[in-house]
């Protein structure tokens, strides 16, 4: 399958006016668009000190890149809490109902812990997959509105298509203005309607640049939950997974996964590798401080290298077909 290439080019040249296009979703609205003769390997890099504190205080010049174990230059850095493009993806499948009230309350404390400037949008998933938002509008930064749209279509019912749940996301927030793109995935971890599989939306994952959160939300009679495929999804993008020991902690989690996206780094390489062979490309980030204290850095494991051949079209969400995820 041809992926386009976890990429976005070197300097921001301009704010031009643009429409948003994707899943039938149009809005128009300023967007950057970035344009320069070499690609930028954009990496999201948090670093916390061994008591989980996050640090943010530090130099560009404390920062290593490695790529297969070649050093590289680092081209651009940016260490200041800046608005992101970010959406949730939570499961409306039967399993769900439990949760129903919990989740959407949890959703609006994460949009309130979230900057201010953030792109928020929302898609929910069973069979198929629905755009909380409007087609006019299909990002918002209010709280309030995001948790009227949860509502409006969290209604849960029937099967699960997680997998193209993922890559309607994938293709949805590439569409936002910010630089800086995450998804937040709330699911069990099942998956019996996607008509992808689990390698099809890993590799989609990792040829992308969005950071992927998931948290586990379990029913212990449910049989086809498996909270160990998005474990998978948010460490192969660099992001982290939660599964609270109780439903009565989801929001605590929501709100953590907010401070999370608003305590990092983000950094980016042009390559030395210059072969576009569809490789996966192994990252390492180090830090290392004048007082050479103990830290812990989390960032993506690698990419994707861009084959020559073009993108493979985004997956249609509408009409899934029953394909069970391989283990």
């Known amino acids: ?189 099942g998956d019996n309607a996607s008509r992808l599989t689990f390698e099809d939306v890993l590799t989609k994952a990792e040829a992308s640049n969005v950071f992927i959160y998931t948290m586990a939300v379990v029913d212990p009679l449910e049989r086809d939950a498996n909270p160990k495929l998005l474990r998978k999804i948010a460490r192969a993008t660099g992001g982290e997974a939660f599964a609270p020991a109780n439903n009565a902690k989801i929001a605590s989690v929501l709100q953590r996964i907010a401070r999370d996206i608003r305590h990092g780094y983000t950094i980016g390489y042009v390559s030395s590798n210059e072969t576009r062979d569809g490789s996966f490309r192994k990252t390492r980030v180090t830090v290392q401080t004048r007082d050479r204290r103990a830290l812990v850095v989390r960032t993506r494991e690698g990419y994707l290298a861009d084959t020559l051949s073009p993108p493979a079209p985004a997956a249609d969400p509408a009409t899934p077909q029953g394909q069970a995820a391989r283990d």
């Open 1 to 189: 399958m041809a992926i386009s290439r976890l990429i976005l080019t070197a300097t921001l040249c301009a704010i031009l006016s643009a429409g948003i296009t994707t899943a039938g979703i149009t809005n128009g609205q300023d967007r950057p668009v970035f344009s320069a003769k070499s690609d930028l390997v954009v990496l999201h890099v948090t670093v916390k000190d061994k008591k989980g504190k996050y640090v943010t205080d530090l130099p560009e010049d404390a920062f290593a890149v490695s790529e297969d174990g070649h050093r590289q230059t680092i081209r651009f850095f940016a260490a200041e809490d800046s608005p992101v493009t970010v959406g949730l993806l939570i499961d409306s499948s039967s399993s769900m109902l439990p949760n129903r009230e919990r989740v959407i309350a949890a959703a609006t404390a994460f949009a309130e812990s979230s900057h201010p400037d953030d792109e928020l949008f929302a898609l929910a998933f069973n069979e198929t997959v629905q755009a909380a938002l409007p087609p006019d509008g299909p990002f918002t930064s209010s709280a309030v509105a995001l948790r009227r749209a949860v509502t409006r279509v969290i209604h849960p019912r029937g099967r699960t298509a997680l997998f193209d749940a993922i890559a309607a996301g994938l293709e949805y927030v590439s569409h936002g203005r910010h630089e800086r793109k995450v998804l937040v995935v709330v699911s069990d971890g």
